[in-house]
């Protein structure tokens, strides 16, 4: 019971441009939330938003929500080789639990 | 600073083993998961543990059981180690009572199973 599929799978871009991943899920939620994950290690969280909201911001992190389309996009802007990482969207529905998504793997190059 | 403790980082065990995955969380939360993660699957949640000795079944619990019997400690159990349960391992924890909390991972256990 897959909650989330991030699109695309996998992107490369240059230092200094703007990632930009997205979510989609299949049933109704109380909030969604984007995690990162470097090679090897543990999910960290980068930001919530409530399905109440639209848009959030964190420094460089944009967030977007549409209930109606059941998706979400995160954007980083002015992308650095340290943002290297796989980016997860995860789900829930009033409830404790999250269903994570497939993962997309972003690649910055210097 | 938070903390999720995993005791085994990387692990090589043989097929019909019994194998046991550690886990410590030292933010007095009360929920613990246990993550399955393989590539292009994302992560899949095998049990989930809401209370000291309180479980329930994730997306794929079937070959593992866990054990909560310390608010802070939530073990993965494979009761017999089989070739297809090389994978990493995540576990987390979050505060209950409010959805949209966030889960806080541990660094991963790599488990090879041969």
């Known amino acids: 019971s897959q909650q989330g599929e991030e699109d695309p799978q996998a992107l490369s871009i240059q230092e200094g441009e703007n990632a930009t991943m997205n979510c989609s899920y299949k049933t109704s939620i109380n909030n969604l939330q984007w995690y990162r994950q470097n090679s090897g290690r543990g999910l960290v969280h980068l930001i919530l938003i409530r399905s109440n909201e639209r848009e959030k911001h964190s420094g460089r992190l944009r967030v977007t929500l549409d209930t109606s389309k059941k998706s979400s996009s995160l954007l980083i802007t002015a992308s650095r080789a340290a943002d290297t990482a796989s980016y997860f969207c995860?789900?829930?529905?009033?409830?404790?639990?999250?269903?994570f998504g497939t993962g997309t793997r972003l690649q910055v190059f210097p | 600073d938070v903390k999720v403790t995993q005791s085994s980082r990387y692990l090589v065990k043989r097929t019909g083993e019994k194998v046991f995955l550690e886990c410590v969380q030292d933010?007095?939360?009360?929920?613990m998961f246990w993550y399955r993660q393989d590539p292009g699957l994302g992560l899949r949640l095998i049990y989930f543990?809401?209370?000291?000795?309180?479980?329930e079944k994730g997306d794929i619990p079937e070959g593992y059981s866990v054990s909560r019997e310390k608010k802070e400690r939530f073990s993965l159990i494979l009761e017999s180690a089989s070739t297809n349960q090389t994978s990493m391992y995540l576990c987390a924890s979050s505060a209950s009572g409010i959805s949209g909390n966030t889960i806080y991972f541990g660094e991963g256990s790599w488990l090879t199973v041969v």
């Open positions: 933010m007095d939360h009360e929920n």
């Open positions: 543990s809401y209370d000291v000795k309180m479980k």
């Open positions: 995860a789900t829930d529905n009033n409830t404790d639990k999250l269903i």
